[in-house]
Protein backbone atom coordinates (compact mmCIF):
# COMPACT_ATOMS: atom_id res chain seq x y z
CA UNK A 1 0.00 0.00 0.00
CA UNK A 2 1.57 3.32 -1.10
CA UNK A 3 0.69 6.73 -1.43
CA UNK A 4 1.94 9.32 -3.58
CA UNK A 5 5.55 10.65 -3.15
CA UNK A 6 4.43 13.98 -1.70
CA UNK A 7 6.76 14.57 1.87
CA UNK A 8 4.81 12.70 4.56
CA UNK A 9 3.95 14.33 8.04
CA UNK A 10 6.53 14.75 10.66
CA UNK A 11 6.26 11.51 13.30
CA UNK A 12 6.52 11.15 17.08
CA UNK A 13 9.86 9.46 16.72
CA UNK A 14 13.04 10.49 16.67
CA UNK A 15 16.26 8.79 15.95
CA UNK A 16 18.09 6.48 18.85
CA UNK A 17 21.85 6.66 18.83
CA UNK A 18 22.79 2.69 19.87
CA UNK A 19 25.95 2.38 18.12
CA UNK A 20 24.30 0.27 15.93
CA UNK A 21 22.60 1.61 13.52
CA UNK A 22 21.36 0.07 10.30
CA UNK A 23 23.46 -0.39 7.67
CA UNK A 24 23.47 2.34 4.48
CA UNK A 25 20.95 3.06 2.88
CA UNK A 26 18.70 2.49 6.03
CA UNK A 27 17.87 4.77 8.12
CA UNK A 28 15.83 3.34 11.03
CA UNK A 29 13.71 6.23 13.36
CA UNK A 30 12.10 4.32 16.55
CA UNK A 31 10.44 5.24 19.51
CA UNK A 32 12.36 6.65 23.03
CA UNK A 33 12.15 3.17 24.84
CA UNK A 34 12.33 0.97 21.54
CA UNK A 35 14.69 -2.33 22.85
CA UNK A 36 18.14 -1.98 21.89
CA UNK A 37 18.66 -5.93 21.26
CA UNK A 38 15.48 -5.25 18.41
CA UNK A 39 17.19 -2.11 17.29
CA UNK A 40 20.29 -4.37 16.82
CA UNK A 41 18.41 -7.28 15.23
CA UNK A 42 16.68 -5.60 12.78
CA UNK A 43 19.79 -3.67 11.73
CA UNK A 44 21.51 -7.06 11.14
CA UNK A 45 18.46 -8.35 9.15
CA UNK A 46 17.95 -5.50 6.86
CA UNK A 47 21.60 -5.62 5.98
CA UNK A 48 21.21 -9.33 4.54
CA UNK A 49 17.97 -7.99 2.78
CA UNK A 50 19.86 -6.32 0.37
CA UNK A 51 21.36 -8.93 -0.90
CA UNK A 52 18.27 -10.86 -1.89
CA UNK A 53 15.76 -7.98 -2.85
CA UNK A 54 14.83 -8.26 -6.62
CA UNK A 55 15.38 -4.80 -7.21
CA UNK A 56 18.26 -1.93 -6.06
CA UNK A 57 18.09 0.14 -2.78
CA UNK A 58 19.69 3.82 -2.90
CA UNK A 59 17.79 4.98 0.60
CA UNK A 60 14.95 3.81 2.61
CA UNK A 61 13.62 5.96 5.62
CA UNK A 62 11.95 4.34 7.97
CA UNK A 63 9.70 5.48 11.15
CA UNK A 64 8.64 3.48 13.30
CA UNK A 65 4.71 4.70 14.65
CA UNK A 66 2.32 4.00 17.20
CA UNK A 67 -1.47 3.47 16.90
CA UNK A 68 -2.17 7.17 16.70
CA UNK A 69 0.43 8.22 14.28
CA UNK A 70 -0.35 5.56 11.59
CA UNK A 71 -3.99 6.46 12.21
CA UNK A 72 -3.32 10.47 11.41
CA UNK A 73 -1.25 9.36 8.28
CA UNK A 74 -3.20 6.38 6.97
CA UNK A 75 -6.90 9.00 7.47
CA UNK A 76 -4.23 11.68 5.92
CA UNK A 77 -2.99 9.45 2.66
CA UNK A 78 -5.52 6.80 1.98
CA UNK A 79 -8.67 8.09 3.29
CA UNK A 80 -9.07 5.29 5.80
CA UNK A 81 -9.50 5.49 9.30
CA UNK A 82 -7.49 3.84 12.23
CA UNK A 83 -3.93 2.42 11.95
CA UNK A 84 -2.22 -0.13 9.44
CA UNK A 85 0.53 -2.23 9.45
CA UNK A 86 2.95 -0.59 6.99
CA UNK A 87 2.98 3.06 4.52
CA UNK A 88 5.13 3.60 1.55
CA UNK A 89 6.29 6.78 -0.04
CA UNK A 90 8.78 5.74 -3.36
CA UNK A 91 10.46 8.96 -4.52
CA UNK A 92 12.61 7.34 -7.08
CA UNK A 93 11.24 6.11 -10.81
CA UNK A 94 9.99 3.20 -11.50
CA UNK A 95 12.85 1.05 -12.51
CA UNK A 96 15.46 3.66 -10.50
CA UNK A 97 16.98 2.37 -7.70
CA UNK A 98 14.46 2.82 -4.76
CA UNK A 99 14.25 5.94 -2.55
CA UNK A 100 11.62 5.43 -0.33
CA UNK A 101 10.28 6.58 2.94
CA UNK A 102 8.07 3.71 5.16
CA UNK A 103 5.95 4.89 8.23
CA UNK A 104 5.37 1.02 10.13
CA UNK A 105 3.34 0.32 12.55
CA UNK A 106 4.64 -0.47 15.51
CA UNK A 107 1.91 -0.69 17.88
CA UNK A 108 -0.02 -2.92 14.86
CA UNK A 109 2.84 -5.25 14.95
CA UNK A 110 2.89 -6.54 18.76
CA UNK A 111 -0.85 -7.06 17.98
CA UNK A 112 -0.06 -9.06 14.87
CA UNK A 113 3.17 -10.88 16.68
CA UNK A 114 0.87 -11.96 19.95
CA UNK A 115 -1.58 -13.35 17.49
CA UNK A 116 0.93 -15.18 15.35
CA UNK A 117 3.27 -16.51 18.34
CA UNK A 118 5.95 -14.64 16.89
CA UNK A 119 8.73 -11.64 17.90
CA UNK A 120 7.25 -8.04 17.64
CA UNK A 121 11.07 -7.57 15.89
CA UNK A 122 10.38 -10.23 13.38
CA UNK A 123 6.38 -8.92 12.52
CA UNK A 124 8.21 -5.41 11.90
CA UNK A 125 11.02 -7.32 9.27
CA UNK A 126 8.14 -8.16 7.43
CA UNK A 127 6.66 -5.01 7.55
CA UNK A 128 9.83 -3.36 5.87
CA UNK A 129 10.03 -6.00 3.34
CA UNK A 130 6.84 -5.73 2.39
CA UNK A 131 6.97 -2.08 2.09
CA UNK A 132 10.17 -2.16 0.14
CA UNK A 133 8.41 -4.88 -2.07
CA UNK A 134 5.92 -2.63 -3.15
CA UNK A 135 8.77 -0.29 -4.66
CA UNK A 136 9.98 -3.60 -6.56
CA UNK A 137 6.77 -3.88 -8.05
CA UNK A 138 5.07 -6.07 -6.19
CA UNK A 139 1.34 -5.58 -4.87
CA UNK A 140 -1.49 -7.59 -3.23
CA UNK A 141 -4.53 -6.16 -4.41
CA UNK A 142 -5.64 -9.48 -5.38
CA UNK A 143 -5.66 -12.66 -4.16
CA UNK A 144 -3.08 -13.79 -7.05
CA UNK A 145 -0.66 -10.96 -7.00
CA UNK A 146 -0.92 -10.87 -2.58
CA UNK A 147 -0.05 -14.90 -2.87
CA UNK A 148 2.85 -14.19 -5.29
CA UNK A 149 3.94 -10.66 -2.91
CA UNK A 150 3.72 -13.08 0.40
CA UNK A 151 5.59 -15.82 -1.67
CA UNK A 152 8.41 -13.34 -2.17
CA UNK A 153 8.21 -11.96 0.86
CA UNK A 154 8.90 -16.06 2.51
CA UNK A 155 11.72 -16.69 -0.17
CA UNK A 156 13.40 -13.54 1.02
CA UNK A 157 13.30 -14.16 4.94
CA UNK A 158 14.43 -17.96 4.55
CA UNK A 159 17.25 -16.63 2.99
CA UNK A 160 18.21 -14.70 5.88
CA UNK A 161 17.53 -16.99 8.40
CA UNK A 162 14.03 -15.72 9.41
CA UNK A 163 11.00 -17.92 9.49
CA UNK A 164 8.10 -17.16 7.26
CA UNK A 165 6.10 -14.74 9.43
CA UNK A 166 2.76 -13.67 7.22
CA UNK A 167 1.71 -17.32 6.15
CA UNK A 168 2.07 -18.61 9.76
CA UNK A 169 -1.15 -16.96 10.83
CA UNK A 170 -2.87 -18.88 7.49
CA UNK A 171 -0.97 -22.65 8.45
CA UNK A 172 -2.24 -22.49 11.76
Known amino acids: MHADSSASEG ?14 PFLLQTPAGFVPADQQWL ?21 LLDDAGMSGLHRRWKGIPGPTDVLSWFHSPRGAPIEADLAIGLDVAAREA ?19 LHGCGFDDLDPEAAEQMHGEEDRILALIGVEATYKREASE
Open 11 to 24: SQTEPVSTGDEPPE
Open 43 to 63: SNHLGQLLEHLPCEVEQVNIR
Open 114 to 132: SQRGHSVRQELLLYILHGI
